[in-house]
């Protein structure tokens, strides 16, 4: 069964940065796009960010282009989110996302527990 864990999540002020981790087990890493969504407080899931299988392709929500930027590292299974420039609005809890082939317009078809990430002041 496929695990995804996420860390790094926690308090941070407006205008702070944060770096979100998913370490990832029991597939291939390599051979999958992978993803980061959201759901804020009350509110629906929210598709963050996509990158494919090599990492050389990556893919942004217009809430958050130019502020986060999604990366991994095939060799460690590990899957990131630097968020920079943190506003009250993107506190949610992030979930890690495994897409179903190594491209990001598949499904997506494995899911972290997620990790808070709460901004305020």
């Known amino acids: 069964e496929v695990q995804l864990v996420e860390s790094g999540g926690g308090l941070v002020q407006p205008g702070g940065s944060l770096k979100l981790s998913c370490a990832a087990s029991?597939?291939?890493?390599?051979?999958?796009?992978m993803a980061w969504v959201r759901q804020a407080p009350g509110k629906g899931l929210e598709w963050v960010s996509g990158?494919?299988?090599?990492?050389?392709?990556?893919t942004y929500g217009d809430s958050v282009k130019g502020r986060f930027t999604i990366s991994r590292d095939n060799a460690k299974n590990t899957l990131y989110l630097q968020m920079n420039s943190l506003k009250p609005e993107d506190m949610a809890v992030y979930y890690c996302?495994?897409?179903?082939?190594?491209?990001?317009?598949?499904?997506?078809?494995?899911w972290g527990q997620g990790t808070l990430v709460t901004v305020s002041s």
């Open positions: 996302a495994k897409y179903s082939s190594s491209f990001i317009w598949s499904a997506l078809d494995a």
């Open positions: 990158i494919m299988s090599g990492g050389g392709s990556t």
């Open positions: 029991r597939f291939t890493f390599s051979n999958y796009a």
